[in-house]
């Protein structure tokens, strides 16, 4: 039979969150009224799934960005990297993977879950992130924001790591039970014992890293060095009208979070996770399957923690998969 795209809301918020974006409060701002309605109706419409776009050269792009459901900004070199500490800005915005903050980000969670990080600071996980990417191959991407100033980037889940980290460790049973209705074994999460002896779960070592001093950490600084690396990096524009969360599971697609815009009015956005996203990188950075399932937990968990951190959890999620 042929596969079909499927739809389906997973449910009518996350229910824990400490943040300012909300559905909540956007759909009930003068102006809005209907708002939800049309927002539901045009996340379940097919279009809102697009393919991965293609280079000038035709292959298929291998980098990812950030979830952000904002605009790319009008300004130009809007799009861009360095080369060899130079600007190098590019035409248009393309549709590629998308993650929360980021394949360098989604890095820096698996080696914290894995226990790899230990005792470093959040500077030095991400430094290690990177060379690791680079060694195995893995491409990624990031985005800052025309309001970026001082110590932050732009990027939510890259600024406020240290504050998500702490919300992950303080929320663990929230996390579990998140995780475990999303249908993925959770084991591991926490210690185990294995021979006798006790192997620390990965939420155990999300908890020891919140408890390292990060004081210094700059999402500034972060930004820089994946420049430095020569990735590109995306400026988005304008405030967050964020009130819906799409997990993608179709391969080689992505939101088109443009679409949600459009339809709406530039009255909401969405963010965007593709699940296959992460999926792909934990299977690139780590080839054992016991780590590469901690590493893929190790994902959703920052996912969680940064939803928590980010929004109210008042946004509805949806998932997008392939049925029959």
């Known amino acids: 039979m042929t596969p079909k795209i499927i739809i389906q809301k997973v449910c009518d918020g996350l229910g824990l969150g400490f943040g300012s974006i909300s559905r909540r409060h956007r759909e009930s701002q003068a102006g809005n009224e209907g708002l939800g309605r049309v ?10 799934l697009v393919p991965i776009d293609v280079d000038d050269t035709g292959a298929v792009l291998t980098d990812d960005g950030c979830g952000d459901g904002r605009p790319v900004s009008h300004r130009a070199g809007a799009v861009f990297t360095l080369v ?11 549709h590629r993977a ?20 230990a005792g470093e600071t959040l500077k030095v996980a991400f430094k290690q992130a990177m060379e690791a990417c680079n060694a195995h191959g893995v491409d990624y991407g990031a985005h800052t924001d025309t309001r970026a100033e001082g110590r932050d980037c732009g990027c939510g889940a890259i600024d406020n790591a240290p504050a998500i980290l702490q919300a992950i460790k303080n929320n663990q ?34 908890a020891a890293a919140a408890d390292v001093d990060n004081s210094e ?23 967050h009208r964020t009130t819906r969360i799409v997990l993608n599971f179709v391969e080689g697609h992505t939101v088109d ?3 949600v815009r459009k339809q709406t009015a530039d009255r909401a956005q969405a963010f965007a996770v593709d699940t296959w996203r992460l999926a792909e990188l934990a299977s690139m950075l780590y080839k054992d399957a016991e780590q590469e399932r901690r590493a893929l937990l190790s994902e959703l968990v920052y996912t969680l923690g ?14 997008v998969t392939i049925g029959v």
């Open 257 to 259: 979070q443009d679409f």
């Open 217 to 239: 950490y700059a999402g500034s600084a972060i930004m820089q060095a994946i420049l430095a690396n020569g990735k590109i990096v995306k400026e988005l524009a304008g405030d």
């Open 98 to 117: 998308k993650v929360f903050g980021g394949g360098a980000t989604m890095a820096v969670a698996m080696r914290i879950g894995l226990g790899e990080a």
């Open 84 to 94: 060899d500490g130079k600007p190098k800005h590019f035409a248009r915005s393309l």
């Open 39 to 48: 927002t539901d109706y045009t996340v379940h419409n097919l279009r809102i």
């Open 306 to 319: 940064t939803a928590a951190v980010l929004t109210d959890g008042t946004l509805p999620v949806y998932a």
């Open 173 to 206: 049973a929230y996390i579990i039970n998140t995780i475990k209705a999303l249908g993925v074994d959770t084991h591991g999460l926490r210690t185990i014992k294995v021979d006798g002896k006790e192997i620390p779960g990965v939420l155990d070592h999300f």
